[in-house]
T-cell receptor, first 112, second 115 residues
Framework: SQQGEEDPQALSIQEGENATMNCSYK?????LQWYRQNSGRGLVHLIL?????REKHSGRLRVTLDTSKKSSSLLITASRAADTASYFC????????????FGEGTQLTVNP | GAVVSQHPSWVICKSGTSVKIECRSL??????MFWYRQFPKQSLMLMAT?????????EQGVEKDKFLINHASLTLSTLTVTSAHPEDSSFYIC???????????FGPGTRLTVL
C-alpha cells in the first residue's frame, strides 16, 4: 500500500490564491520530499524537509512537517496558472537507501 | 543540475512484442536507478531498483521475467517489457540517484501503448 496519503485529491483555485496540500505517512522517516508533475511529464523535485525540521521555505513554497502526526503540508502562495500540476509527497525508508514511496498526489488546477 | 533522459518518449507496439526503454543520466554517475510505473490519474508505483553491475531488486508483485532490467553502466539502465500486453500500457518513469545527491532525478517518462 502507499506510504503517503494526500488530500485533497483535487484542488481548484483562482490565480493569486494560496493552495495548501497535505500528506500523511505511516512509518518513521529521515526526510520528506515534495515533487511536482506536469501532465504526462516526469517529476521535478521541489523541496526536501528533514525529520528534525518543522518548516522550510523555497520561493513561494512553504513546507511544514509534523513528525508526531506523521504529516506534512505544502503551501503555494500567490498561485499562478503555471502552477497547475500534480503534486506528490515522497518518503525514503528511515533505515537506508534512496528508494522513495509516493503519496497518492493532489491535482492542482489554478484558473486564470 | 543533474539531467536524466529517457528514450523513447512514447512507443506503440503490438501485443506479444518486446519493448526496450532506456534511461540515461547525462551529467552524473548514477549508482542506483529506479523504475516506476504510473497509470492515468494515479501515483507512481516503484517497480524495481537497480544498482550498477548487480541484479535488480523487484517490488512485490512485479514479474522480473516480464520486466527485464539491465544496469550495465553508471549512466545507463534499460527496462525491457517482454511479451507486452495491453494491460502493460502505462507511463514508465525512471529516476537516478548517486551518493553525492540527496534527491533522485527523474526522467521525462515513456508512454507505452500496447495494441
Amino acid at each position: 500500500s502507499q506510504q503517503g496519503e494526500e488530500d485533497p485529491q483535487a484542488l481548484s483555485i483562482q490565480e493569486g490564491e494560496n493552495a495548501t496540500m497535505n500528506c500523511s505517512y505511516k512509518t518513521s522517516i529521515n526526510n520528506l520530499q515534495w515533487y511536482r508533475q506536469n501532465s504526462g511529464r516526469g517529476l521535478v523535485h521541489l523541496i526536501l524537509i528533514r525529520s528534525n525540521e518543522r518548516e522550510k521555505h523555497s520561493g513561494r513554497l512553504r513546507v511544514t512537517l509534523d513528525t508526531s502526526k506523521k504529516s506534512s503540508s505544502l503551501l503555494i502562495t500567490a498561485s499562478r496558472a503555471a502552477d497547475t500540476a500534480s503534486y506528490f509527497c515522497a518518503t525514503p525508508p528511515e533505515t537506508s537507501g534512496s528508494r522513495l514511496t509516493f503519496g497518492e498526489g493532489t491535482q492542482l488546477t489554478v484558473n486564470p | 543540475g543533474a539531467v536524466v533522459s529517457q528514450h523513447p518518449s512514447w512507443v506503440i507496439c503490438k501485443s506479444g512484442t518486446s519493448v526496450k526503454i532506456e534511461c540515461r543520466s547525462l551529467d552524473f554517475q548514477a549508482t542506483t536507478m529506479f523504475w516506476y510505473r504510473q497509470f492515468p490519474k494515479q501515483s507512481l508505483m516503484l517497480m524495481a531498483t537497480s544498482n550498477e553491475g548487480s541484479k535488480a531488486t523487484y517490488e512485490q508483485g512485479v514479474e522480473k521475467d516480464k520486466f527485464l532490467i539491465n544496469h550495465a553502466s553508471l549512466t545507463l539502465s534499460t527496462l525491457t517489457v517482454t511479451s507486452a500486453h495491453p494491460e502493460d500500457s502505462s507511463f514508465y518513469i525512471c529516476s537516478a540517484a548517486s551518493e553525492f545527491y540527496n534527491e533522485q532525478f527523474f526522467g521525462p517518462g515513456t508512454r507505452l501503448t500496447v495494441l
